[in-house]
């Protein structure tokens, strides 16, 4: 079990390209809704701020 759990984890000798992949696509989808959840932020914002200008230029 020992031997066949450590070539597991080596993967045939590419344990750093398979788990190096695994480890980029973790980040990137822990990151991107991050990075979205703050740009969806700054947009609502950006639009509040154009409606406000709008309503006090009407006014």
Do not use: N
């Amino acid at each position: 079990m020992k031997e066949g759990l450590s070539e597991f984890f080596a993967m045939g000798g590419y344990a750093l390209y398979v788990w190096g992949s695994f480890g980029v696509t973790a980040l990137l989808m822990i990151v991107e809704p991050l990075l979205v959840r703050q740009r969806r932020k700054a947009v609502i914002q950006r639009v509040s701020r154009l409606i406000r200008l709008k309503s006090e230029q009407k006014s």
